[in-house]
């Protein structure tokens, strides 16, 4: 195991279908495999801690019917 930044990593084979390869690296900006499969794993991370943020906080309860949001958008 080496150290790369302060971070471990490791040496990995994978095989990766080319379209999905392409797909994610115009979807991400990204111009390498190893750019790509960490950009991925990064988004994915943020997305599912998002998700958890969302589920946390719960809701809030407003107090407001369909007709006092509708007249609040028709105010507008």
Request: glycine residues 6%; aromatic residues 2%; negative net charge.
């Amino acid at each position: 195991m080496d150290t790369y930044q302060g971070d471990v990593y490791m040496r990995r084979t994978v095989v990766i279908e080319d379209t999905l390869l392409e797909d994610a690296q115009r979807l991400l900006g990204t111009r390498g495999i190893r750019d790509t499969i960490e950009e991925a794993l990064r988004e994915v991370i943020r997305r599912n801690r998002l998700e958890n943020l969302r589920n946390s906080l719960g809701t809030v309860e407003l107090g407001l019917t369909s007709e006092d949001l509708t007249s609040l958008r028709d105010a507008e």
